[in-house]
């Protein structure tokens, strides 16, 4: 019988984690914009101080996917919050119920640590991931508008 295992990631899973990365920028069409390195990923995920934290999926002890995630804070609740930065299952492996799994899991962690929700985002075009989250009661915050800077943007305002 096959099953299905989630684990703490560990600095020894960064080049797997970045070959995911990078998978998942490459569905996104945004393979160009990954910066990040093996180095970078021990540094950012794994060194001292980090508020990031990363899990590996597993089918029959195989790695299959991952997911990144850590916690925000909510003003309103009071309370912190776990975000989902990404999540990425293998192409030849979804609907083995790896994405699921990990979901589960991480509202596990959102509920044992006292989170007042679990949230994440999802591009608007992606919808095989829109219908997932849908059938797994999710509900899309269409109220509210996500903003970024970057680059010169960023380096502009901060001088």
């Given at each position: 019988?096959?099953?299905?295992?989630?684990r703490?990631?560990?600095?020894?899973?960064?080049?797997?984690?970045?070959?995911?990365?990078?998978?998942?920028?490459?569905?996104?069409?945004?393979?160009?914009?990954?910066?990040?390195?093996?180095?970078t990923?021990?540094?950012?995920?794994f060194?001292?101080?980090t508020v990031t934290?990363?899990l590996?999926?597993?089918?029959?002890?195989?790695?299959?996917?991952?997911?990144?995630?850590?916690?925000?804070?909510?003003?309103?609740?009071?309370?912190?919050?776990?975000?989902?930065?990404?999540?990425?299952?293998?192409?030849?492996?979804?609907?083995?119920?790896?994405?699921?799994?990990?979901?589960?899991?991480l509202?596990?962690?959102?509920?044992d640590?006292?989170?007042?929700?679990?949230?994440?985002?999802?591009?608007?075009?992606?919808?095989?991931?829109?219908?997932?989250?849908?059938?797994?009661?999710?509900?899309?915050?269409?109220?509210?508008?996500?903003?970024?800077?970057?680059?010169?943007?960023?380096?502009?305002?901060?001088?």
């Open positions: 019988m096959s099953s299905i295992n989630i703490n990631a560990g600095i020894e899973d960064s080049g797997l984690i970045l070959r995911y990365i990078t998978e998942l920028a490459r569905y996104e069409k945004a393979e160009s914009e990954v910066k990040a390195c093996e180095e990923i021990k540094s950012s995920l060194g001292p101080g934290r990363a590996i999926c597993e089918y029959d002890n195989e790695p299959i996917g991952f997911a990144v995630y850590f916690f925000n804070y909510s003003t309103w609740l009071a309370k912190q919050g776990l975000y989902l930065e990404d999540l990425y299952i293998t192409p030849e492996y979804r609907g083995y119920g790896g994405g699921k799994a990990l979901l589960r899991h509202a596990r962690i959102a509920l640590t006292n989170c007042g929700r679990f949230e994440w985002s999802v591009l608007d075009w992606n919808k095989p991931a829109i219908d997932f989250y849908d059938g797994l009661g999710a509900k899309p915050q269409n109220e509210w508008i996500g903003y970024r800077l970057t680059g010169k943007a960023l380096l502009d305002l901060a001088q």
